[in-house]
């Protein structure tokens, strides 16, 4: 169901800088499959692809039994941890109410390998997103303790015993890298955060004695150009490392890791950037991912988005609760939850919630079954409705095997009543253009009328009489409306009809 209707709108570029609609959230059914996916850059069993940077060692997690890393070297012990399809496809799950750890061995015993660097220049990095809870800038409640991340050693508040290690404060709103040396001294560094449940974020960190950075999804976040010169001490060392809690089990990460690496010298910014594009498109297209179906990017509605409502109303959304509204420059689907009604293949039950973005602004919700944003028009996706942040909705009559959903913001880079979202998701057309065919014709007029975007209808520029109806428009509807090509009608009884024009 769709609800058309038409305003008189003049076409035109608008001279701010608009951001691309296309993609501001979205979320996939297809979690209930059951399908698992390869890791990458790792691979099952062992070994590495992709990006060049070979690590010094890797923990890729398939191996869910005896939790050996990627060289085989099994850990020194790990207790109530979990596995997890989600992420890359092979997850590790720390998240109990009950002491829980996975622990490694920093030197190997035997061969004595250095799996990780702790006392001198080195990299690491991981994919890790919160199983239980969301920062509290996001509506949530943090972790509510200090969660420890990457563990050796154990953090004090007067750095008696040596530490060195990754961890997010009690409100999940900094990710911090801190050290101690055992002898009272302390170095720390943080970095911002806002995460939400079960959405992964790349974080990597590099160290060396001149620079110290922390960079989040690719991007630097942070850095130190005082470097790091302190160091847990040797005993600390021989403890090994944990990730996801402190060496009681303690500190629980309550979160999911993916892709853990070391590397023996800092990674440059290009190194993390190549490293997180690499390992982003799977994330992206596992469906086994529910909250990687949110794709949070920056969306500016425009400030007169009332005006675009050629495709306009609730559609096939229906509201069934709301929560506190949460304004952001990013707009996202949250609290998802899918359930299947009977049996049939179109059996599928999804409740989502809108959030972020801005009070009163509509924002489309389109569904396909491929995720594909190619030109492919037989790949098109279909608008669902328009819904509001805040609000909490259902969708009925899914399909039960993979389904897809993209938010658009109401942007409309060509200002013709098409929101860039819809003309580049639904239509497969270019959002700067007004006319796709050339005929003089709006896109959206057609829309209206229930032609073809790329048909070319110079006839419906015909106005023989000058009453502003175009004469194809009036043949049409000759006997509906009493209208005639060759007589002009006059207000009131003229129908409500603007031909836009393009320039």
Known sequence: M??????????????????????????LLGALTGTAYASAPFLPGGGYSGPTNAPLDSWSFHDSVGWTDDASNAPISFTNISFSNLGDGAAL??????????????????????????????SLTFWY??????????????????????????????????????????????????????????????????????????????????NVSLYLDGQLATSDSGGLNLWPDSAVLAAGVYFGSDPNGLSSAQGSFNSVASYSYPLDASDIQTLYEWNETYYEINPLNVAMWIQSAPSAPSTNYGIYDIITGAGNLQQVGSVTAISSTNVWITNVLASAIGGGTNNMRLQFTIQGGSAGVPYDTFVNSVLDFS????????????????????????PSTACFLILGTPQSTAMDGLTDAYKLLVLKINPDTACTSGDGIADSDKILEGLNVFGYYPQWMEDSDNDGLP?????????????????AEAPPSLPTYTLTPVP
């Open 2 to 27: 769709r609800t058309i209707s038409k305003r008189n709108v003049s076409f035109g570029k608008s001279a701010a800088t608009l951001c691309c609609a296309l993609v501001s959230a979205g979320c």
């Open 93 to 122: 799950v720390v998240n109990t109410n009950v002491p829980a750890w996975l622990n490694y061995y920093i030197y190997e015993p035997g061969t004595g390998a250095t799996n990780l660097i702790v006392n001198g220049s080195g």
């Open 129 to 210: 997103a919160p199983a239980a809870w969301s920062s509290t800038n996001m509506g949530g409640n943090g972790p509510g303790q200090l969660t420890q991340l990457i563990d050796v050693g154990e953090w004090t508040n007067d750095a008696s015993i040596g530490y060195w290690g990754l961890s997010v404060d009690p409100a999940g709103e900094n990710l911090w890298f801190m050290a101690q040396d055992g002898a009272g001294n302390s170095y720390s560094l943080s970095t911002p955060i806002a995460w939400t449940t079960n959405y992964f974020h790349f974080i990597a960190l590099t160290y060396c004695s001149t």
């Open 375 to 398: 030109t492919n028009t037989n790949k098109a996706w279909a608008w669902m409705g328009q819904g509001y942040q805040g609000n909490t909705y259902v969708i009925t009559n899914l």
């Open 471 to 487: 004469d194809a428009y009036e043949s049409e509807y000759k006997t509906a409306f009493g209208l005639s090509p060759t007589v």
